[in-house]
């Protein structure tokens, strides 16, 4: 594929009103106008580039949401404050009451929750379906279907999503293709692969120093301006703005992503492979062994990798806490949720992250009580990490026990 979304971030150019080389940044929540008819007008959405009130949008929104519009070859973009402020808004925005979703049951536990808990408040069902079985998606389509709702690569058990395949159904039914694509910035270009929404959360691996929550809604300019309209706008009546002064930091941050889901992206690809060389169950994308490998391959920009998140299954709670602790001890990461980092995160996703989904429903998905999830970090010498880590595994009798007499 020759799509290049990093060219079009760099390739965007916005100065300070001094000629500085960043935009400045806009301080504040409302604005004057010289005439009173073009506050009317741009209140009735007739006024364009004049700004009204930061809640709608503000200069340093715009600049933001335009440079991930580019990235994700989008028209526009509408930035929040918190990845669950875009799913929210776009899910509130497209459904009506007695509408319905058909979602992948492996998603973020946050919108598995609002799906599952929340939605019925408005009468919007959700059935939740394994995202990797085409038919059974399409099969679940009622006519009530408004949306397909999937992650490019589900959290945290790491199936690919047919992007195209599932376009092709919703485009056939009339439906929304709506991808989370979090986990995989760079890596994958779900619109260009026929999403009609492509949401991040921007907290994750696009602000990648973990000291905000973010997110962003991409689309076509007619659904951004849906969102944001003052009588019907989910965005603008729901009120999760992002700050100006964030929205710049996080923009100063995209401009290194490339950089950093390279790295991200090695390092996974390194310790994925030693995990699984020594005999520990291990899901990356980036393994011949992952089923959706050849999948995952057929729709990624190559050059940003298989991004930075793998699994790994050490058979119980117990050792994957104990082995948690033992390499947040030995300065190998955090013990933490969240992903993007510089240093490597680490997780049990059972009892964290997707401790919203029952534990019965885990054990239909897969997601068992030994899994701990890695966001692996921007380390400098991956070779050391490893080796590291494989003494804390070894210490703590992780390593199948065949793999252990060989090294002796
Ligand atoms: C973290 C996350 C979210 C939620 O984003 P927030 O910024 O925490 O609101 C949504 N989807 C995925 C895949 C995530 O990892």
Do not use: W
């Not at 007739?46 to 440079?67: I, K, T, V």
């Not at 019965?360 to 701990?372: F, H, R, T």
């Amino acid at each position: 594929m020759s799509f290049k979304p990093a060219n079009n971030i760099q390739d965007l150019q916005y100065f300070g009103e001094f000629g500085g080389v960043n935009p400045s940044i806009s301080d504040s929540s409302t604005y004057t106008f010289l005439s009173a008819k073009t506050m009317f007008d741009t209140f009735e959405g007739n006024a364009d580039g004049c700004y009204l009130y930061s809640r709608h949008s503000s200069p340093s929104n715009l600049y933001l949401g335009e440079a991930l519009a580019a990235m994700e070859h989008t028209e526009t973009a509408n930035v929040t404050a918190s990845g669950m402020g875009a799913i929210t808004s776009t899910i509130l925005q497209l459904c009506n009451a007695d509408d319905h979703i058909v979602s992948s049951r492996t998603i973020y536990g946050g919108t598995y929750a609002f799906f599952k808990n929340f939605t019925p408040k408005f009468k919007i069902d959700t059935t939740f379906v394994d995202i990797t079985n085409l038919d059974a998606v399409e099969a679940s389509v009622t006519k009530n279907t408004k949306i397909i709702y999937c992650e490019s690569i589900s959290n945290p058990l790491l199936e690919v999503a047919d992007i195209k395949g599932l376009a092709d159904i919703a485009k056939k039914h009339g439906l929304k293709l709506v991808v989370d694509n979090t986990f995989s910035p760079l890596s994958i270009s779900p619109a260009i692969l026929g999403a009609d929404v492509v949401i991040h959360s921007l907290t994750k691996f696009i602000n990648g120093s973990s000291d905000t929550v973010g997110g962003v809604v991409c689309g076509t300019q007619d659904f951004i301006n849906h969102l944001r309209n003052v009588n019907d706008g989910a965005s603008m009546l729901l009120g999760s703005t992002m700050d100006s002064l964030r929205a710049s930091s996080v923009l100063k941050n995209l401009r290194t992503l490339h950089i950093r889901m390279q790295q991200h992206s090695k390092n996974g690809l390194y310790l994925a492979q030693k995990f699984e060389n020594d005999g520990l169950k291990t899901v990356y994308p980036g393994l011949s062994s992952h089923p959706s490998h050849n999948l995952f391959k057929s729709m990624m920009n190559a050059e940003y990798g298989f991004g930075g998140m793998l699994t790994i299954d050490v058979g119980s709670l117990d050792k994957a806490n104990e082995l948690m602790e033992l390499m947040q001890h030995r300065n190998l990461g955090y013990l933490a949720v969240s992903l993007g980092f510089y240093k490597t995160l680490f997780s049990a996703p059972g009892t964290s992250t997707s401790s919203e989904i029952p534990e019965d429903e885990q054990k239909e998905m897969g997601l068992s009580d030994g899994l701990i999830r890695f966001s692996i970090g921007l380390d400098a010498d991956i070779e050391r990490t490893y080796k590291m880590m494989r003494d804390c595994m070894e210490e703590l009798d992780i390593l199948p026990t065949a793999q252990k007499l060989k090294v002796g």
